[in-house]
């Protein structure tokens, strides 16, 4: 079953001559459970491609479609509610609210949509990620590793359709990184979490499932790795 479609999306920045194409065409659908890195060099149009697919940026054209959900036809409020409760996204640098606790951040988009904490999938997500003592304490009291924990456990919380992450390991050290990728394969393999991380790192790229290269806004390879 595929669980995310993407039909001959592009995207212009800019009008006239000065106009430049991040996204040209690119089409490709993910199935559900399935671990994809995307690759490219900078300025390729990975990190558009992931802003189009996380419903953080419209297309100039083309579709997104999330669970049979076409999301650019849903206005802001609907796609940010569905965003919200349908994509997990972890960025590189953690994106935490620093005035509010762990807990609070990791339970924040079941509070914004007024939803009940499940406080045995809470407690099953914080021991996974070993935060379980630090559950009190603020982002800066925090180490990075620490913190990007925080922010896979607030892109699992509301069980996504899909989970997003942007160079996620970008801004840790070998062995936190090491830990980063391990635990997001664990989310991927043990709860069938469909997994698409855009990374520079080829160490990462080739624990994937499938690799799809980008180049020049467009895709250059699809290959993939383990059946």
Not at 4 to 33: C, N, Q, R, W
Not at 100 to 105: A, D, F, Q, R
Not at 156 to 166: E, G, H, K, V
């Amino acid at each position: 079953m595929d669980i995310l479609k993407i039909e001959h999306l592009s995207k212009i920045y800019g009008k006239g001559e000065t106009a430049v194409k991040a996204l040209d065409d690119v089409s490709f659908s993910v199935k559900k459970g399935e671990f994809v890195a995307i690759i490219g060099p900078s300025g390729s149009g990975k990190s558009t491609l992931l802003h189009m697919l996380g419903g953080v940026d419209r297309p100039t054209s083309g579709k997104v479609l999330v669970d049979n959900t076409d999301i650019y036809n849903l206005n802001e409020t609907q796609l940010a509610i569905f965003r919200r409760r349908q994509i997990g996204l972890i960025y590189q640098f953690y994106n935490l609210i620093p005035v509010l606790t762990v807990e609070e951040n990791i339970t924040l988009p079941l509070l914004l949509d007024e939803h009940k904490v499940d406080k045995k999938q809470f407690e099953n997500i914080v021991k996974i990620l070993n935060l379980q003592t630090r559950l009190n304490h603020l982002p800066n009291q925090l180490s990075g590793g620490q913190q990007q924990r925080v922010s896979i456990g607030r892109a699992l919380i509301s069980n996504p359709a899909i989970m997003l992450a942007d160079e996620p390991t970008g801004n840790l050290d070998s062995k936190n990184s090491s830990e980063i990728i391990d635990l997001l394969k664990m989310f991927n393999k043990t709860f069938n979490q469909t997994l698409l991380v855009i990374t520079h790192d080829e160490r990462i790229a080739l624990q994937a499932d499938r690799v799809i290269a980008i180049e020049d806004g467009r895709v250059a390879k699809d290959e993939v790795i383990r059946p």
